[in-house]
């Protein structure tokens, strides 16, 4: 059997390279889901970076899971016109405010939220910014006879099939 030997150097060059190919810590994150009176509510999660400068938000998307990943709501602030909102923990977007008309969810539905921004960088210097990515599962459940929101993927697992 031949023994393939990379020297050193050749190593030293190439693990930068194969690295640099790796998305950057923090770029993706967990989206808060929160339920507002039976409407999903929509935020980042309560980390050090995002108490220090709330990342701001480019858009927002809500999928119904195993569709294809079309979009049923999406605001896209940039196209929209107006700025990217700052948006720090414990606040959030309300599903369907803004943008175009967003359908009824159903009850017993599974859906995904994305929101993607950046982080703000120095001001004056866009350049440090970093782009990020919030992304999270949640259904809508009958209790009692009203519709709520439960987020995560063992809260829909657990939640009884209409």
Known sequence: ?????VPVALLGLLLPMMA?????????QQATIQDRGG???????DT???????????GVSVMEVGTGGAPIWERDFLQSGS??????????????????PAPALQSGKRYQVE??????????????????????????VDVAG??????GESECAASPRP
């Open 20 to 28: 640099s190919c790796s998305s950057p810590a923090g770029r993706y």
């Open 48 to 58: 050090r970076e995002t108490r220090a400068n709330a990342p701001l938000i480019t």
């Open 115 to 140: 929101l993607w921004g950046r982080t703000p960088g120095t001001p004056g210097n866009k350049d440090e910014a970093e782009s990020r990515w919030f992304n999270g599962r949640f259904c809508m």
């Open 146 to 151: 009203k519709v709520v929101t439960r987020a």
């Open 83 to 100: 700025a990217e909102p700052p948006l720090p923990p414990g606040q959030c977007l309300p599903y369907g405010e803004g943008g175009p």
């Open 1 to 5: 059997m031949m023994q393939l030997r």
């Open 39 to 45: 409407v999903p509510c929509f935020g980042v999660p």
